[in-house]
């Protein structure tokens, strides 16, 4: 049975469940009215056994009952009240993918088709439905503790031609294109696909924001390249090492971090509007050439920068940098690498032929820059089945621990295997988890930032009964642009290397869309817009406190970013942001605090009374860090300084709260992060999250309680600067990004008209 809401009123999705009587919630999707303001409805597709309609008759009898209600009577009005239609289901039903992807009732296609677990039949019964109407059932499928996931060739009318099989189906989508089709084409074939494509692209406008790939050169030649790619804009640290692509590592970078995954991309009929350009500057030397000095990288990484600055000096661009040390022994810990990151990031430029870092450029607005740099990938020969244990032990590698940087971990949702070379291998990795490639920062001393940021798609691997390990598998791979077209336009790639392509991708995205924002301010979003995977939120919900939250925070980052989180505020979702600047400090002693009235739907909060909201708060900026070693081992040493943010309580006025605000302020121990007013009610914590140089959290409340918390404040706390005020640079303001967002799940309520055309003012107040 399919129950359908009344437009912009959810269903109460619990209340149509009965697991005694074995009535189940299989599959629910969302569409939206055509109305000038589309509302949203939401169906509940609910499995029926024989004999149990009566369960929802008895429900609608009681609901109907002319009678005053009486004291203590239940009539289900949680139930029934947001229901408009209630309909047998049909194969329709069942789809939760987009509503325009359904095929024609005789258009054959994959399916992936989710069978419920009931009484060990499933199977048996869809092989012989398979073969009597003639339809393919792929081999392979996977196993779950309540679904089983398998592919299925047919039409609509084929596949919904028996009940028996309706019975088991929870749910349908279209089965997932994967690299393997286009990789495994002649070069004939992909060059098709290839000139097709070019002809749906618009190409991006001469003051589009870019993506600087650092790498080993791009093919600008290439026919989906060549319109986003000049070759005045290929450069390399060493005239010798020419600008051309020696390796092919870069091309698929520059693939990857124009157009994501090119799978979706051929595979649809739609034009491609190209808002970003690529950029190119080769930091590795070609086969037969000298390599880098290993303690050389900040100083070519700084050299690489530059040359494409001098090139389009007021270009907005994103550095991508998917290059990593292969040691793992600093942990957390700056190195020259990542220090020039951070320095680089912070504004500066550096002198390296002395000892630690000399500052060249000391103007009064340098300009600060944003990298997004790889974790770091587990060596091909340590991969293994028990991949979350191993990634957990391999931490991210040298530079992928600057402060100041975008760092990107991988996950995937890549599970399906359709490839009879791989017939009896399994993908190691669940969907949705952590890829078997991805290395992580748990292993980091509570000193050191919570890295990486966030995680992207970066493929998984596959293993076979006896427990080995094997790649690559294309089924389990992104698709990118090939650096010899000549001989084929595509090849497959992975890991953190490509994760890390596709978030300079995301953030140059936000940069087309908002060309103010700063860098510090884009870091933020990309950020901000992440949330764990279903099959992350298993592990998080298992940990015990704070401590261990961090620690997977430390494995998954704050999860998969989203393009249209980052860029779009929904009804149910609003998102402030705020760029500002603070003086941390004025002669060695505390600065200024910030405080944001900001606002606040509150009386659309109040009305909401005990509905549970979620705010979100992140805070980006860039620190300065200490030129010389000897204070490494202390983060207020390294960083020249601290923010923090804290909320109003509920039942705290705002004089009260800047009290306590500026003593936290002077009071806070930097080995001991002071707890804030309110961090028990926070996920992970003042002592978690305030680490490094970005920091995010969350609050679950009732809409009552944040209804009256809409001041936010911004402090200082120590580093360098304040130690040594000859060098303090806080008279010329330290920037930073702070972003906001409430979210009302379940409740359908416009937070952001009401909202939309205000402004938040900060407000400086001395200590």
Same mark, same amino acid.
């Given at each position: 049975?399919?129950?359908?809401?009344?437009?912009?009123?959810?269903?109460?999705?619990?209340?149509?469940?009965?697991?005694?009587?074995?009535?189940?919630?299989?599959?629910?999707?969302?569409?939206?009215?055509?109305?000038?303001?589309?509302?949203?409805? /939401?169906? %509940? $597709? !609910? &499995? +029926?056994?024989? =004999?149990?309609?009566?369960?929802?008759?008895?429900?609608? #009898?009681?609901?109907?009952?002319?009678?005053?209600?009486?004291?203590?009577?239940?009539?289900?009005?949680?139930?029934?009240?947001?229901?408009?239609?209630?309909?047998?289901?049909?194969?329709?039903?069942?789809?939760?993918?987009?509503?325009?992807?359904?095929?024609?009732?005789?258009?054959?296609?994959?399916?992936?088709?989710?069978?419920?677990?009931?009484?060990?039949?499933?199977?048996?019964?869809?092989?012989?439905?398979?073969?009597?109407?003639?339809?393919?059932?792929?081999?392979?499928?996977?196993?779950?503790?309540?679904?089983?996931?398998?592919?299925?060739?047919?039409?609509?009318?084929?596949?919904?031609?028996?009940?028996?099989?309706?019975?088991?189906?929870?749910?349908?989508?279209?089965?997932? /294109?994967? %690299? $393997? !089709? &286009? +990789?495994?084409? =002649?070069?004939?074939?992909?060059?098709?696909?290839?000139? #097709?494509?070019?002809?749906?692209?618009?190409?991006?406008?001469?003051?589009?924001?870019?993506?600087?790939?650092?790498?080993?050169?791009?093919?600008?030649?290439?026919?989906?390249?060549?319109?986003?790619?000049?070759?005045?804009?290929?450069?390399?640290?060493?005239?010798?090492?020419?600008?051309?692509?020696?390796?092919?590592?870069?091309?698929?970078?520059?693939?990857?971090?124009?157009?994501?995954?090119?799978?979706?991309?051929?595979?649809?009929?739609?034009?491609?509007?190209?808002?970003?350009?690529?950029?190119?500057?080769?930091?590795?030397?070609?086969?037969?050439?000298?390599?880098?000095?290993?303690?050389?990288?900040?100083?070519?990484?700084?050299?690489?920068?530059?040359?494409?600055?001098?090139?389009?000096?007021?270009?907005?661009?994103?550095?991508?940098?998917?290059?990593?040390?292969?040691?793992?022994?600093?942990?957390?810990?700056?190195?020259?690498?990542?220090?020039?990151?951070?320095?680089?990031?912070?504004?500066?430029?550096?002198?390296?032929?002395?000892?630690?870092?000399?500052?060249?450029?000391?103007?009064?607005?340098?300009?600060?820059?944003?990298?997004?740099?790889?974790?770091?990938?587990?060596?091909?020969?340590?991969?293994?089945?028990?991949?979350?244990?191993?990634?957990?032990?391999?931490?991210?590698?040298?530079?992928?621990?600057?402060?100041?940087?975008?760092?990107?971990?991988?996950?995937?949702?890549?599970?399906?295997?359709?490839?009879?070379?791989?017939?009896?291998?399994?993908?190691?990795?669940?969907?949705?988890?952590?890829?078997?490639?991805?290395?992580?920062?748990?292993?980091?001393?509570?000193?050191?930032?919570?890295?990486?940021?966030?995680?992207?798609?970066?493929?998984?691997?596959?293993?076979?009964?006896?427990?080995?390990?094997?790649?690559?598998?294309?089924?389990?791979?992104?698709?990118?642009?090939?650096?010899?077209?000549?001989?084929?336009?595509?090849?497959?790639?992975?890991?953190?290397?490509?994760?890390?392509?596709?978030?300079?991708?995301?953030?140059?995205?936000?940069?087309?869309?908002?060309?103010?924002?700063?860098?510090?301010?884009?870091?933020?979003?990309?950020?901000?817009?992440?949330?764990?995977?279903?099959?992350?939120?298993?592990?998080?919900?298992?940990?015990?406190?704070?401590?261990?939250?961090?620690?997977?925070?430390?494995?998954?980052?704050?999860?998969?970013?989203?393009?249209?989180?980052?860029?779009?505020?929904?009804?149910?979702?609003?998102?402030?942001?705020?760029?500002?600047?603070?003086?941390?400090?004025?002669?060695?002693?505390?600065?200024?605090?910030?405080?944001?009235?900001?606002?606040?739907?509150?009386?659309?909060?109040?009305?909401?009374?005990?509905?549970?909201?979620?705010?979100?708060?992140?805070?980006?900026?860039?620190?300065?860090?200490?030129?010389?070693?000897?204070?490494?081992?202390?983060?207020?040493?390294?960083?020249?300084?601290?923010?923090?943010?804290?909320?109003?309580?509920?039942?705290?006025?705002?004089?009260?709260?800047?009290?306590?605000?500026?003593?936290?302020?002077?009071?806070?121990?930097?080995?001991?992060?002071?707890?804030?007013?309110?961090?028990?009610?926070?996920?992970?914590?003042?002592?978690?999250?305030?680490?490094?140089?970005?920091?995010?959290?969350?609050?679950?409340?009732?809409?009552?309680?944040?209804?009256?918390?809409?001041?936010?404040?911004?402090?200082?706390?120590?580093?360098?600067?304040?130690?040594?005020?000859?060098?303090?640079?806080?008279?010329?303001?330290?920037?930073?990004?702070?972003?906001?967002?409430?979210?009302?799940?379940?409740?359908?309520?416009?937070?952001?008209?009401?909202?939309?055309?205000?402004?938040?003012?900060?407000?400086?107040?001395?200590?």
């Amino acid at each position: 049975m399919q129950f359908e809401s009344q437009p912009g009123v959810p269903l109460k999705v619990t209340s149509l469940e009965d697991s005694r009587q074995g009535i189940e919630v299989v599959a629910v999707s969302h569409s939206k009215t055509e109305e000038a303001e589309p509302r949203r409805i /939401e169906r %509940a $597709t !609910v &499995f +029926v056994p024989d =004999g149990k309609v009566k369960h929802f008759l008895k429900r609608f #009898e009681s609901y109907s009952k002319p009678a005053r209600k009486k004291k203590g009577e239940r009539r289900h009005e949680d139930m029934i009240d947001p229901i408009s239609t209630l309909r047998l289901a049909t194969l329709r039903c069942l789809w939760t993918d987009t509503s325009e992807t359904y095929p024609e009732e005789n258009e054959t296609i994959w399916w992936e088709v989710w069978l419920r677990r009931q009484d060990g039949n499933e199977l048996e019964r869809l092989m012989e439905f398979a073969a009597a109407q003639e339809i393919v059932v792929a081999a392979r499928r996977l196993m779950f503790d309540d679904r089983i996931v398998t592919l299925v060739r047919s039409t609509p009318a084929q596949l919904a031609a028996s009940i028996d099989v309706l019975n088991d189906v929870a749910e349908v989508r279209k089965a997932k /294109e994967t %690299a $393997t !089709v &286009f +990789v495994d084409m =002649g070069p004939e074939d992909q060059g098709e696909w290839a000139l #097709e494509l070019r002809e749906r692209i618009s190409p991006p406008s001469a003051d589009a924001p870019a993506v600087c790939i650092l790498d080993t050169g791009v093919t600008s030649g290439h026919p989906l390249l060549e319109a986003s790619l000049d070759s005045a804009d290929c450069h390399t640290c060493e005239p010798a090492w020419g600008t051309h692509d020696h390796h092919g590592h870069g091309t698929e970078m520059a693939g990857l971090a124009l157009f994501g995954d090119l799978v979706p991309v051929l595979a649809s009929a739609e034009r491609v509007v190209l808002r970003h350009r690529l950029e190119s500057v080769k930091i590795l030397p070609p086969d037969g050439q000298p390599e880098n000095p290993p303690d050389l990288y900040g100083a070519v990484t700084a050299e690489a920068a530059s040359r494409a600055e001098i090139q389009a000096p007021e270009r907005r661009r994103t550095f991508s940098m998917s290059i990593a040390a292969t040691d793992e022994r600093d942990r957390g810990q700056p190195t020259s690498w990542s220090a020039a990151i951070d320095a680089l990031a912070a504004g500066r430029s550096f002198d390296p032929s002395t000892q630690g870092l000399n500052y060249l450029d000391d103007g009064d607005n340098p300009a600060q820059r944003l990298f997004v740099l790889c974790a770091g990938n587990i060596d091909q020969t340590a991969l293994s089945v028990d991949h979350l244990d191993r990634s957990d032990i391999d931490p991210i590698h040298d530079p992928g621990q600057a402060w100041n940087a975008l760092t990107v971990g991988a996950m995937t949702e890549k599970s399906v295997i359709s490839d009879p070379a791989w017939a009896s291998w399994q993908p190691v990795a669940r969907p949705g988890e952590l890829s078997p490639w991805s290395t992580t920062g748990v292993t980091f001393a509570e000193a050191w930032p919570i890295k990486p940021d966030v995680v992207f798609e970066g493929g998984n691997v596959v293993m076979n009964p006896m427990g080995g390990v094997d790649f690559p598998c294309t089924d389990l791979s992104l698709l990118t642009t090939n650096f010899k077209p000549s001989e084929k336009f595509f090849v497959s790639s992975w890991a953190t290397s490509a994760a890390t392509a596709q978030a300079a991708r995301l953030a140059a995205l936000i940069s087309a869309d908002y060309p103010s924002y700063w860098p510090e301010t884009l870091r933020a979003l990309v950020v901000h817009s992440a949330e764990w995977s279903s099959q992350m939120q298993t592990h998080l919900r298992g940990a015990s406190g704070k401590r261990a939250r961090a620690k997977l925070v430390q494995r998954y980052g704050f999860g998969v970013p989203n393009a249209e989180r980052a860029l779009r505020s929904a009804n149910d979702a609003l998102t402030l942001v705020a760029q500002s600047r603070i003086r941390p400090f004025i002669k060695g002693k505390m600065g200024e605090l910030h405080f944001f009235d900001l606002p606040w739907p509150r009386d659309v909060l109040a009305e909401l009374g005990a509905s549970p909201v979620r705010l979100r708060i992140t805070l980006s900026y860039f620190i300065e860090p200490n030129p010389g070693r000897r204070g490494w081992k202390h983060r207020h040493r390294y960083a020249s300084h601290g923010l923090r943010f804290e909320v109003k309580g509920p039942t705290e006025s705002p004089e009260e709260f800047r009290k306590r605000l500026n003593k936290q302020a002077l009071e806070e121990d930097e080995a001991k992060p002071s707890k804030g007013g309110d961090s028990s009610e926070w996920y992970l914590g003042a002592q978690a999250r305030n680490r490094g140089s970005l920091h995010s959290d969350f609050l679950s409340c009732n809409a009552a309680d944040l209804a009256e918390r809409g001041v936010i404040a911004v402090y200082p706390v120590s580093g360098w600067w304040k130690d040594q005020p000859k060098r303090d640079r806080s008279e010329r303001g330290a920037r930073y990004a702070l972003v906001v967002s409430i979210e009302t799940p379940g409740v359908e309520t416009d937070i952001w008209t009401p909202v939309a055309a205000q402004v938040g003012i900060p407000i400086s107040i001395k200590t």
